[in-house]
């Protein structure tokens, strides 16, 4: 079982729609929480990070993580065809320093 | 402010040679991490780096290997390579007291 399990879609939605990605994690002992955006061919871009449990909000998007239910979500509002890219979820542990990534889910917006 | 830097953008190797992957991070970044992200592996911790000592390993052979200057930037090594050494190497700096790690645009490793 992956530490971090997240779909790869790929997912496909209209201009304007609500994205909901989600991740789950087995390890009880991730701290913090982040949602990272990758363009093709291009290096990972952090987009939110979170540190608890509860709603983060940042513009048009809300990072949430749920730590009873070991489970962690991005929302996207009013998604615009620029939103098109992969979302990784990330996870670490105090000390260990590394990241542990999810997979990673192809996002298409349609126009 | 400059992002992360990595060099080169491409690197073509064959089966058996060395490749050296650099970064630079963020001006004032002491920790430098390195990631390898293969086709269908995802995103697998390599390497982290601080204040010029190695930190911690991911579960990768020993042929990989770097090290941290004291300007902080850091050089990944891959000897011996194999032809599922192919893979984006990217490089991320954190700031000090945070755990945000932010990543370079990355090297395409390609073993032939």
């Known amino acids: 079982q992956k530490e971090v399990e997240q779909d790869p879609g790929p997912l496909s939605v209209p201009e304007g729609a609500i994205v909901s990605l989600n991740c789950t994690y087995s390890n009880s002992a991730f701290q913090y929480f982040m949602w990272y955006r990758q363009y093709s061919r291009k290096g990972p871009e952090l987009l939110m990070y979170?540190?608890?449990?509860g709603n983060k909000e940042d513009g048009r998007f809300t990072a949430q993580v749920d730590k009873s239910s070991k489970y962690i979500s991005l929302f996207i509002r009013d998604s615009q065809p620029s939103d098109s890219a992969t979302y990784l979820c990330?996870?670490?542990?105090?000390?260990?320093?590394?990241?542990?990534f999810g997979q990673g889910t192809r996002l298409t917006i349609n126009p | 402010e400059a992002g992360v830097t990595q060099s080169p953008t491409h690197l073509i190797k064959t089966r058996g040679q060395q490749a050296t992957l650099r970064c630079s991070p963020i001006s004032g970044h002491t920790s430098v991490y390195w990631y390898q992200q293969a086709l269908g592996l995802g995103l697998q911790f390599l390497l982290w780096?601080?204040?010029?000592?190695?930190?911690n390993r991911g579960n990768f052979p020993p042929r990989f290997s770097g090290r941290q200057f004291p300007n902080y930037s850091s050089e990944l090594n891959v000897n011996a390579l194999e032809l599922e050494d192919s893979a984006l190497y990217l490089c991320?700096?954190?700031?000090?007291?945070?755990?945000?790690?932010?990543f370079g645009p990355g090297t395409r490793l390609t073993v032939t």
């Open positions: 991320a700096s954190r700031p000090l007291g945070s755990y945000e790690q932010y």
């Open positions: 780096y601080d204040e010029g000592e190695e930190r």
């Open positions: 990330a996870t670490g542990i105090q000390g260990a320093q590394k990241l542990v």
């Open positions: 979170t540190y608890s449990s």
